[in-house]
């Protein structure tokens, strides 16, 4: 099979021009969608066309990533764009477009006036998903990994803690591969190596995981998935469950501050420790919370206590973090040393009494020689509080060479200012 024959065409289906590749007439939307939701290898290889491989890929993307369907008058199914070519501008007119749409197991049914029938798995889905997806934004993201690779792919770390030096990070049953992607980066910042995915949605591996990762390939990249709770934590010693919910369970409730202190007696006598967090959507079952050795609540405003994943785990790595070795304050790269807290002072140094004395010396004399001290009888206090503001600072040796540079320029009035017309 020749090139051309990977080209988009367009052909008739019902009352729409769809966009298709290949001989089986493959519409150019779910060619965009195998290749964004998997690896761009593993969507091709499910799409099965012949001839459409990684160099003929290409044209087939652009086609849909620089909207040309619009001079063709063509649309995909599922597509935004199909939502406008039928003139649907709300979820009122989608409705009433079709003659029913079935709502889950279909206890709830909204009837329309239209011809067709359509199955959603709830009704928050439908009015997520009523409008269509922007195809075109997706293909531009597949070309860009096409040309230039994994944003950051590059990039490889390595693991903060020995085997078993750190605890485990479980995610019950996660939707969203972006969310774990973000609860990869947030263990990388935080020394947390060990990624454990109970039965996630979208299956793993998952490509839109490691580009939301941002460079925390080395955590993605030795994530493991279980199929159920029982196979994640079969191995651990210890296990806290997070919630905001009260349960009634007769299990030690700790803070995350509580929680690292208990986990790193428990390492440190060769056990091995996890904590689990619980969907996005609605948490922890109490059934999965009854697992767990202990609860980990977050202090947090009683009136608004959820958190998204990543935040929880950002929050738990913190505290992890703040009690190991090998922490630092921001980055430390060849260019960069660490640094502590408190006043940097570089290759500077605190000024000497003498350089202070010398500086007071100065200024005193020429406020001296202009008159400020007046009346005479209040230099003494005047003094008295320069020195003080001065002495507070905690003033450079630089600055203080600096200050005085101040002081000689000022006393020799010598500058740029405009003279005073006569």
Avoid at 344 to 362: I, V
């Amino acid at each position: 099979m020749g090139i051309e024959e990977t080209q988009v065409r367009i052909v008739a289906e019902g009352p729409y021009k769809v966009p298709v590749v290949g001989a089986g007439a493959t519409p150019v939307a779910r060619v965009v969608y195998a290749c964004h939701e998997r690896t761009i290898d593993d969507g091709l290889a499910e799409l099965a066309i012949p001839g459409l491989e990684r160099d003929t890929l290409e044209g087939v993307l652009t086609y849909c990533a620089e909207e040309r369907c619009v001079v063709d008058e063509a649309s995909c199914e599922g597509c935004r764009r199909r939502t406008q070519v039928d003139g649907l501008d709300s979820l009122d007119q989608f409705v009433a477009a079709h003659q029913e749409i079935i709502v889950g197991d279909g206890c709830a049914r909204l009837v329309g006036q239209g011809t067709r029938t359509l199955e959603v798995e709830s009704l928050e889905a439908l009015t997520r998903t009523w409008s269509g997806e922007k195809y075109w934004y997706w293909a531009r993201r597949v070309l860009r990994k096409l040309r230039h690779g994994i944003r950051r792919a590059h990039i490889r770390g390595s693991a903060f803690n020995a085997e078993g030096d750190g605890p485990a990070i479980l995610l019950m049953e996660p939707q969203l591969a972006d969310n774990i992607g973000m609860v990869a980066r947030a263990m990388a910042n935080f020394g947390l190596d060990s990624l454990r995915l109970v039965a996630p949605r979208d299956g793993w591996p998952n490509e839109k995981a490691r580009i939301a990762a941002s460079g925390a390939n080395f955590v993605i990249d030795d994530a493991a998935a279980f199929p159920g709770l029982p196979e994640a934590i079969g191995d651990l010693n210890w296990v806290a469950a997070t919630t905001a919910r009260q349960r009634d369970l007769r299990k030690p409730v700790m803070t995350p501050l509580e929680v690292v202190a208990e986990m790193k007696a428990r390492i440190a006598k060769g056990q091995r420790c996890g904590v689990l967090f619980g969907r996005e959507r609605n948490g922890l079952e109490t059934a999965e919370v009854a697992n767990a050795d202990a609860i980990v609540m977050i202090p947090v405003n009683s009136r608004f206590a959820s958190l998204n994943l990543a935040q929880a785990v950002l929050i738990l790595g913190y505290e992890w973090m703040r009690a190991s070795e090998g922490q630092s304050l921001g980055r430390v790269t060849n260019y960069e040393t660490p640094i502590e807290a408190g006043l940097n002072l570089g290759s500077d140094r605190p000024a000497t009494k003498q350089e202070l004395l010398g500086f007071f010396e100065h200024l005193e004399g020429e406020l001296d020689r202009l008159g400020f001290f007046n009346p005479p009888e209040k230099r003494a206090s005047v003094v008295r509080h320069l020195r003080t503001m001065y002495t507070r600072m905690g003033v450079t040796e630089q600055e203080t060479r600096t200050l005085r540079g101040i002081v000689a320029t000022l006393s020799r009035g010598r500058g740029n200012s405009p003279k005073k017309a006569d």
